[in-house]
């Protein structure tokens, strides 16, 4: 009887499990290749990248680089979340070399390829020549332009300096995002259709930028 009971236990548990899992899943799925809505590329600031991480990744933050905007990949989104990880298809070495200094890290290529790359429906070429295309279009400010001095920003200032260097990016088009809890620049998304043509950010991603970034302004750290 006992044995049963604690059976029964076992399945119920089980199945409470089952059923608490989906209203718990984050925003991505595994998704169908191409079958997406945009594009975020998503530049990160190296600077507060570094201010964490700099004894742990000198090859990024050696003093003397003085890197600013970095690019930390281009990503297939939905509305209301993203795809990841669609195929195990792999990069091949030979690609990677095709595109020197795209990441600014050797381990990003892999990484962005395998979660993000595979979402796209493009050959690895196909999207790290993407990658190339978009970050290479996008004019970064003056201001932020690897500034020898720190200086305090808001989400407001930073999209209309970004849309007056960008012809066809719209204030939605640009979502920043911040460190600690809003006091520091951590990284900026700019918004494309699946043409790579400038379009906007989904209402999710510019609400959780104006979250993000939920400090009266923020610190633009300084290149090293």
């Not at 169908?32 to 933050?61: E, H, I």
């Not at 690019?71 to 989104?77: A, E, M, S």
């Not at 200032?157 to 600690?180: H, I, M, W």
């Not at 699946?194 to 993000?212: F, H, N, T, V």
Request: aromatic share 10%; proline share 8%; glycine share 8%.
């Amino acid at each position: 009887m006992l044995r049963m009971f604690g059976k029964r236990l076992l399945v119920a548990a089980s199945l409470l499990s089952a059923v608490a899992i989906p209203s718990n899943v984050n925003a991505q799925s595994k998704g169908t290749p191409g079958k997406f809505d945009f594009y975020v590329l998503a530049m990160s600031w190296s600077p507060d990248y570094c201010a964490k991480n700099g004894d742990r990744d000198p090859g990024q933050c050696k003093e003397g680089r003085k890197l600013g905007f970095v690019l930390h990949g281009l990503w297939p989104q939905y509305q209301k979340g993203y795809p990841a990880n669609c195929t195990l298809e792999k990069l091949p070495e030979a690609v990677k070399q095709q595109f020197p200094n795209l990441f600014p890290s050797a381990k990003l290529y892999t990484h962005e390829w395998s979660k993000h790359g595979t979402c796209t429906g493009l050959t690895p070429t196909q999207y790290l020549g993407l990658s190339k295309q978009l970050k290479d279009a996008v004019a970064i400010p003056s201001t932020y332009n690897k500034p020898a001095k720190p200086f305090r920003a808001t989400i407001s200032n930073l999209k209309q300096e970004f849309t007056k260097a960008n012809r066809g990016l719209s204030s939605d088009s640009v979502a920043p995002y911040c460190s600690g809890s809003g006091r520091f620049l951590q990284e900026v998304f700019v918004c494309y259709t699946k043409d790579g043509k400038p379009g906007a950010c989904s209402p999710e991603i510019l609400k959780r930028s104006q979250r993000s970034c939920g400090q009266p302004d923020f610190l633009v750290r300084s290149v090293r």
